[in-house]
């Protein structure tokens, strides 16, 4: 089993909607969790973290973490196609982080 | 402000060529990591530093060396290279601990024929 596992996609929005994108975790003694957004041939940009249950709201972005299931997920409201790229749920382990393989998100204009 | 550099952007080697990937910081991180991205596979950790004057292994350590020049740098070493270290291979480095998050360098592009 995959220390973190995301469904790959390609998950498409039309503009103007909510984009929800979904990250469980194998590790209960995991204590952050972080979401990078990776632009084709860029590299991967950190744009939330959330180590509490409940919800963090940053922006257009809102994290939501739920320890007892072991599930970590990003809303991204009023999408924009500037938002289509790879997001990469990233969730640590004792001396590192563990890297999900990515949802890739494409928002239709 | 650099961030987190990387050198160079883009490589060619032929089968059994050696070279080092060169990275810096200049946030004052105490560690650093070297991970390659595969199609598929997601970001797989090569080695790590924590601190300066320690390396460990990660996941995908083998044919790999690395160095930790100083608190800024962490070279990543190929003694000899084979098909299958193709790959993007991404420089990062981060405050102590796990509550922040990683900064990522440009990457490098290494394609071995």
């Known amino acids: 089993q995959k220390e973190v596992e995301q469904n790959s996609g390609p998950l498409s929005v039309p503009e103007g909607a909510i984009a929800s994108l979904n990250c469980t975790y194998s590790?209960?003694?995991?204590?952050?969790f972080f979401w990078y957004r990776q632009y084709s041939g860029k590299s991967p940009e950190l744009i939330m973290s959330?180590?509490?249950?409940g919800d963090k709201e940053d922006g257009r972005f809102t994290a939501q973490l739920n320890k007892a299931s072991q599930y970590v997920s990003l809303l991204i409201r009023d999408s924009q196609p500037s938002d289509s790229a790879t997001y990469l749920c990233?969730?640590?382990?004792?001396?590192?982080?563990?890297f999900g393989t990515g949802t890739s998100l494409t928002v239709i204009p | 402000n650099a961030g987190v550099t990387q050198t160079p952007k883009f490589q060619v080697l032929k089968t059994g060529q050696s070279m080092t990937l060169q990275c810096a910081q200049d946030?004052?991180?105490?560690?650093m990591y070297w991970y390659r991205q595969d199609p598929g596979m997601g970001l797989r950790l090569i080695y790590y530093?924590?601190?300066?004057?320690?390396?460990d292994k990660g996941e995908v350590p083998n044919g790999y060396n690395v160095s930790r020049l100083n608190k800024r740098e962490f070279s990543l070493r190929l003694e000899s290279a084979a098909p299958s270290q193709t790959s993007v291979y991404f420089c990062?480095?981060?405050?102590?601990?796990?509550?922040?998050?990683?900064?990522f360098g440009s990457g490098t592009r290494l394609t071995v024929v």
């Open positions: 990062a480095s981060s405050e102590s601990g796990n509550l922040a998050g990683y900064t």
């Open positions: 959330i180590y509490s249950n």
């Open positions: 946030m004052n991180h105490n560690s």
């Open positions: 590790d209960r003694g995991s204590q952050s």
């Open positions: 990233a969730v640590t382990g004792s001396n590192q982080f563990y």
């Open positions: 530093s924590a601190s300066e004057g320690t390396t």
